[in-house]
């Protein structure tokens, strides 16, 4: 032989692994031709048996831990409901005993309803914590909501009800797109998700607040007002997201966008609303169109000298 042992050895992990050279190569497989000692360090190596119990052992230990985890977790979160009971037996007690029967012990029940779906929800829960606390601490919102409401004798639950949810809406919406399994289902599109859930909020709290009004006058100034607004939205969404362009470019149509649907709002509202009208709302004659427009004209110009720069410099490379 004309390597030595000790040589070969270190060249094996590097053979087994088609790592090394062909000199190298010709040289080990010359040297387990002749050396069995070798030969049986290479076949050890290539018995993957042992890194497949190791690999089982580790997975095993994850999943042991994360079972202990969620032992534990059902644990504190059973206690801390037990914790909340208390509150809620005592205002039953209290409330039976005073002979009142059970009318503001459902409010309190509600309240802490509210509480528990944010702190006992993520603990009991074993998947999906995030949309799971979301969609409880909403549903109790609205039952809390629901409860005052009846108790008040109010008309006014659909309004506080949309608009909680509208405010709920912008908070979460962002979360809940990138959790499953909503992410599986929205995929590349979750800007434009996101934004559909903002819009149909909007426009379903808008609804609630006119027909809570009940006047005529609302809903042509209201969506005179809204409409342009989200319009304007939707218009700086769609350059920021899809147009191919360099940030001045994408800036300056924006400004031109908005510049332009806030002369829209302009004309819209001084001919929706009348002065001193039976909503409350006081319109000014002023018209602000053609500050709009010149907001337009510099968001035009700002857009023409970024698309020149970006293909000046696309041009030298």
């Known amino acids: 032989m004309k390597y030595n042992c000790d040589l070969i050895s270190d060249l094996l992990p590097l053979y087994k692994d088609d790592i090394c050279s062909e000199t190298t190569k010709k040289i080990v497989e010359e040297h387990i031709a002749e050396c069995p000692d070798c030969k049986k360090i290479l076949n050890s190596l290539n018995d993957v048996t042992i890194d497949e119990k190791i690999v089982k052992e580790k997975e095993q230990v994850i999943d042991s831990q994360a079972k202990f985890f969620k032992r534990k977790s059902a644990l504190a979160g059973s206690i801390i409901a037990l914790i909340f009971a208390i509150p ?46 979301m969609g409880s601490f909403t549903a109790s919102v609205m039952l809390l909501l629901g409860i005052i409401c009846i108790y008040s004798h109010g008309n006014w639950f659909p309004v506080a009800a949309s608009a909680t949810l509208f405010g709920l809406t912008l908070c979460f919406a962002p979360f809940i797109v990138y959790r499953r399994p909503v992410n599986a289902y929205v995929k590349n599109f979750k800007g434009l998700a996101i934004m559909c859930a ?120």
Not at 96 to 103: S, V
Not at 202 to 225: D, N, S
Not at 290 to 297: A, E, N, W
């Open 88 to 133: 809620i037996l005592v205002c039953l007690i209290v409330n039976l005993a005073t002979g009142a029967g059970l009318t503001w012990f459902f409010i309190v029940l509600a309240g802490i309803l509210v509480a528990a779906s944010l702190i006992v929800v993520p603990l009991m829960v074993p998947e999906n914590k995030m949309i799971t606390t």
């Open 198 to 317: 903002y819009t149909a909020a909007f426009v379903l709290m808008m609804l609630c607040i006119g027909l809570l009004v009940g006047m005529k006058e609302f809903f042509p100034m209201a969506f005179a007002v809204a409409m342009p607004l989200v319009a304007m939205c939707w218009a700086v969404f769609a350059i920021v997201r899809y147009l191919r362009f360099n940030a001045a470019v994408k800036t300056g149509l924006s400004i031109t966008a908005i510049g332009i649907l806030s002369g829209i709002l302009d004309l819209l509202a001084n001919t929706a609303a009348v002065s001193e009208s039976a909503t409350g709302v006081v319109v000014s004659s002023y018209s602000s169109l053609p500050i709009m427009l010149s907001i337009g004209g510099v968001g035009i110009l700002i857009a023409g000298i970024g698309f020149l720069v970006g293909k000046f410099k696309g041009g030298k490379k």
